[in-house]
């Protein structure tokens, strides 16, 4: 985590990568675990060669608990924390629409990384 602060600071300091006011109290709500998640979606979401790409992206918290050793309840329990910071959020359907917009289903199985997620992620890797 001080890894984190550190390059978020000197980001900030430099200008090399764009720093919101908000970041810090986002970063002083997360557990290590969560920002070790955050690291690895980061890490598949950069693999996407455009920002339309990466917001379709959407990862399997089923698989993500299998790789950390979690139980449900934990990963749950995380993946709602990071909806309400913000940096995670539910996948909008793309069949039922409620007029011009896509039905948002409210399940933490699935979800996908918001832009917020990953320039916030962006700001305490570089």
Same mark, same amino acid.
């Given at each position: 985590m001080q890894n984190k602060w550190a390059n978020m600071l000197a980001n900030a300091a430099t200008g090399k990568v764009e720093v919101s006011p908000n970041y810090s109290g986002i970063l002083t709500e997360l557990s290590p675990l969560e920002a070790s998640i955050l690291d690895k979606i980061y890490i598949e979401a950069n693999k996407?060669?455009?920002?339309?790409?990466? %917001?379709?992206?959407?990862?399997?918290?089923? %698989?993500?608990?299998?790789?950390?050793?979690?139980?449900?309840? %934990?990963?749950?329990?995380?993946?709602?924390?990071?909806?309400?910071?913000?940096?995670?959020q539910p996948p909008a359907g793309q069949g039922a629409m409620l007029g011009n917009f896509p039905f948002a289903l409210r399940t933490t199985k699935v979800f996908e990384f918001t832009t917020l997620g990953y320039e916030f992620v962006r700001a305490c890797n570089y």
């Open positions: 996407k060669t455009t920002y339309q790409e990466r %917001k379709a992206l959407q990862f399997n918290a089923t %698989k993500l608990q299998s790789m950390l050793s979690i139980n449900e309840e %934990k990963i749950d329990l995380i993946i709602e924390n990071l909806f309400r910071l913000n940096l995670l």
